[in-house]
């Protein structure tokens, strides 16, 4: 079993991919419990659902292949950039910009 990855994805996330990836390129490769540590501590925005991301391939880990939880290492985390979302801020003399608000998608897969 020493192909086997375990994978987690969260989809819709909102927040910058930008933002994230700084988040990601720094768990990137640690061991699962140390980089739950850090981003725990980590006071970005973007930590948590990173943070979330990389619990729940842990748990799909433990449950569903009952690996060990201290064994685990980051192998494969990144982020990709999500449709976003659009709208519209109404002002004065029917002049309204258009807003984007960006979306992420967090990909995150755990090896032994």
Avoid at 70 to 94: K, N
Wanted: net charge positive.
């Amino acid at each position: 079993m020493a192909d086997l990855q375990v994978r987690a994805v969260s989809k819709y996330i909102m927040g910058s991919p930008v933002k994230a990836r700084r988040i990601v390129n720094s768990v990137r490769g640690m061991r699962a419990q140390e980089a739950l540590e850090v981003l725990s501590l980590l006071p970005q925005g973007a930590a948590l659902p990173v943070y979330k991301t990389v619990k729940s391939a842990l748990s799909n880990a433990e449950e569903n292949f009952h690996l060990d939880a201290e064994d685990m290492v980051i192998a494969q985390i990144y982020v990709e950039e999500g449709p976003g979302l659009s709208g519209v801020r109404s002002r004065l003399w029917r002049r309204s910009p258009g807003l984007k608000q960006p979306l992420s998608h967090i990909n995150a897969a755990l090896a032994e």
